[in-house]
């Protein structure tokens, strides 16, 4: 299965001492070279590791930062070597740290690398867990694409517990949802799963169809670290397409697409896939009865699958071999590889698992559906409140707008009034003047009067210009 955390690399932009830099230097070093050389990437860490105790680091966030950096790197190496007790106690640390961070993601991705490793493990209740609990920290940041994952990963698990129904619910969801945002990493990683769906009901050339889809897909995909191509999809896509022809009876197309899918898998140091890979080659000599190389190849495998303590890989290889055994006679081996077969069978399938399972199920839809109800009703307050606070803005406008009308009327009011009484004084003033005008006029006519009774008319005169000059002649 493909991690989804990468070798984090910090961006301290404000850490300029020497350490910082040289740590930062140390852990793109890793980034480049942890699954082609591991172990040289492990002594990097280490020299990190000296770096961050010697407390040269005077911030304590840029500290803590470079310490959960340190502990991803290691859980992620570890996990990929099938160092499954050392990658669970880094995974604790890192997720320490990662809390104390307050970095949501960040404390999902842990919780995701934690629930492949025990679902490696054949630990299904802390499987289901940690997924869960990695989704509801999805779910809170709208992490779509890691959603869509996480669905996937549960259904996987209840593959495990033979819950098919559950399996095709959770990834009909996943499918969904990787569509929904483009995702063209987890469309080819849905396509496969649909893939071995039709090889179960034998239409192998449709199964070949999606495989050869995907492994386009992965060969066009660009990595985090900026090289092209996803090795682990298309080693996963190379196994699928071997196994399709497998079923196909095409045995040598079948070896060669699967010692294809093996030789990337060494190449990354991806142990679990190359106990995958082993097995399906094993069991391919063994169907065309080439069974030195068969036992040879088997054997290999179930080492490997012990070392990495993995239920499921350990049944697979010791069944293969209980039949090699039984084939060649070598019945005490044969019983042997019988006994851990079944011990690991139960181990996976027993009664407390598929009740843990159903018990983190039913857990997890009570939670959604506490969260819609709590939504549901989040929704009905807010709606009250925005109701009430707009009966409230209506109730403020109405009376500001009475209180406006009201100081607007009184204000004409008022203009009203000292209009009229301007008016008022103003027909006075106009009496007034009206009353002196006419005495004024009254004075003019009677002094006229006077004058014209005090002076001589020019006719007079006239005539008595006249009769003087009527004398003198």
Known sequence: MKKIF??????????QNKDSIQITDLLNTVNAIYRPKPDSAIHLLEKVGSIIESNSIKNKHTQLNFKAALFNNYSTIYHEKGDFEKALHYYNLQLDAYKELKDTLEVAGTLYGMGMVYSSQGNIPLAIQC??????????????????????????????????????EYATRSLQM???INDLWGIALLQGYFGSLEMKENN???????????LQIYWGSQMPDGSKGDKWGIANSLEFI??????????????????RSLAIREETVYNAGIVASLTDIADLYFKIKNYKEAEKTGLRAFKLSQDLGSPAYIRRSSRLLRNIYKLSGRFEKAYEMFEIFSTMKDSMLNESNRKAAYKQQLNYEFELKQAEVKAESDKKDSEAVIEKQKQKLILYSVISGLVLVIIFSGFLFRSYREKKKANVEILAQKEVIEQKQKEILDSIQYAKRIQQALITSEVYIDKNLQRLNKDKS
């Open 6 to 15: 990468f070798i984090f690399l910090p961006l301290l932009t404000l850490a």
């Open 131 to 168: 997924h869960a609990d990695a989704l509801k920290f999805y779910e809170l940041k709208n992490e779509r694409s890691k959603i869509a994952l996480e669905f996937y990963m549960l259904g996987q698990i209840y593959g495990t517990q033979g819950d098919i129904a559950k399996q095709k």
């Open 178 to 180: 990787f569509r929904e």
């Open 204 to 214: 192998y050339s449709k199964a070949l169809s999606y495989f050869r889809k995907n």
């Open 242 to 259: 071997g196994n399709a022809y497998d079923k196909m009876e095409q045995n040598d197309s079948a070896l060669f697409y699967y010692n």
